[in-house]
């Protein structure tokens, strides 16, 4: 039996390793999975789980998952961590579980931040995952396709946890006032607005609300036998502001309006004050750097086309590093967008080829631009005809690309701007070719 003491002690414990889930019944989240009949709700439940790797944000459940696996499960349950172990523990956990096996008892392996491992150490499980001496549940931040070895990969399902919704991480605040192990012993009066405000400030980390919601208790207003706890503790103990945003609600699309526009208009200041409004609010950075991926191409395109791999390079750094860090990287994206040349020309282009696309879908192909793959098709014409344009003096040709009705058709149309008025003249150029050549 464990010894306890006073710092292990069920009081001793911060409210979030407290109010740990015991059970699937518990756990927040996740529905897409744990949800009834969904697949790896069933198969905790039966006992039949295989190897696994859990990939998702920090705050959303993957050791927690696995620690209900280990209070279901039949097998032995090693819980191992790759930030404090190395070849020599993995050997001696692997000859043990071999052990078992002989014996016909399995053993399951948890490895926490399973990227942590090298190419050596993660190579060290393959022939014990192969044999079936363990399952292996591996849990990740990271993405697994690039962290983990493909041939370990190859052998786990990869379940991806999504991060935790506002109303989600509400419930959990909830649950937390009324459970015995939480605060269910104490009068804790908190109205749904504060509930909200510690949930938004938690983006989206389960951990971080229970952290939020204990400091907040800790602090809050003593009257007799009751604590309150109101908007203005939270901002205390997270050093925050509240501010008028939600982002599920009108003024999440408001503001991103408003830097979208500002961002179109070459608003630099403008652009970086409503992102700073919505990083500070606890906006996703991820969020923010999709929508400016998307600026990229729809307001600036070939008027600078390294706007667009600024725009990438951004969202990959706020996924290396997160918040606080990555809002410098947001700022340079933002701030390039602004002063960026604009062009809306392939978005026009697109919206137009769509709107032909959707009222032309039984066009056929011209022959001459289909493949021939086979004897028949050659004897149909497929092909006849086709000019490969590298083998052309000019790399041109007049072949017909578009469906007949469509021949004339013309969707891009560069501007002047920036880098596109070089694209423009090589588009005149192209159809001037074409014209005198036909």
């Not at 439940?45 to 050791?63: C, L, Q, R």
């Not at 996703?284 to 725009?311: H, K």
């Not at 032309?360 to 086709?386: C, D, F, S």
Request: a neutral charge; charged letters at 25%; hydrophobic letters at 40%.
């Amino acid at each position: 039996m464990e010894q306890q003491s006073l710092f292990n002690s069920h009081g001793g414990l911060p409210l979030a390793a407290r109010l740990r889930p015991r059970s699937l019944e518990e756990f927040a989240g996740q529905k897409h999975l744990l949800g009834e009949g969904k697949i790896l709700r069933r198969l905790i439940e039966n006992d039949a789980t295989g190897s696994m790797i859990f990939w998702g944000p920090p705050g959303v459940g993957k050791t927690t998952l696995a620690r209900i696996i280990a209070s279901k499960t039949k097998a032995s349950f090693i819980d191992f961590s790759a930030v404090t172990s190395g070849i020599k523990e993995i050997k001696q956990v692997m000859e043990q579980a071999e052990k078992s096996r002989v014996f016909g008892e399995k053993t399951i392996l948890f490895v926490d931040e399973i990227h942590r491992f090298n190419k050596a150490q993660q190579d060290a499980f393959l022939p014990f995952v192969e044999k079936g001496s363990i399952i292996l549940i591996g849990a990740t931040t990271e993405n697994p396709s690039f962290e983990v070895n493909g041939a370990l990969l190859s052998r786990c399902k990869v379940f991806v946890l999504q991060q935790l919704k506002t109303e989600e991480l509400c419930q959990l605040i909830k649950r937390a006032l009324t459970d015995p192990r939480g605060f269910g012993n104490q009068k804790v009066v908190m109205d749904e607005d504060v509930i909200a405000t510690v949930a938004n400030f938690a983006n989206d980390d389960a951990r971080s609300a229970l952290t939020t919601l204990e400091m907040a208790v800790l602090n809050g207003d003593v009257n007799g036998d009751t604590v309150t706890v109101t908007r203005e503790t939270v901002e205390q103990c997270t050093s925050k502001k509240s501010l008028l945003y939600d982002k599920s609600g009108e003024e999440h699309y408001n503001i991103i309006s408003a830097l979208h526009k500002s961002m179109r208009n070459s608003d630099p200041d403008a652009a970086v004050y409503w992102l700073a409004r919505m990083l500070e609010a606890g906006e996703d950075p991820l969020y923010v750097a999709r929508r400016v991926t998307r600026f990229a191409s729809e307001d600036v395109g070939l008027a600078d086309p390294r706007a667009l791999e600024i725009a990438v390079a951004a969202y990959q750094a706020c996924h290396y590093i997160g918040m606080p860090e990555c809002s410098v990287h947001l700022t340079e994206a933002v701030v390039y967008m602004a002063l960026a040349p604009k062009s809306n020309s392939l978005y026009v282009a697109y919206e137009s080829a769509k709107r032909d696309a959707l009222s032309t879908l039984a066009e056929p192909v011209p022959l001459v631009i289909r493949n021939a793959p086979t004897k028949l098709m050659k004897e149909l014409n497929y092909g006849k005809g086709y000019v490969y344009a590298h083998d052309q003096k000019d790399k041109l040709s007049t072949m017909q690309c578009l469906p007949d009705n469509l021949i004339d058709r013309e969707y891009y149309h560069p501007t002047e701007e920036g880098v596109e008025a070089k694209f423009k003249s090589r588009l005149d150029a192209i159809k001037n070719w074409k014209n005198e050549n036909k």
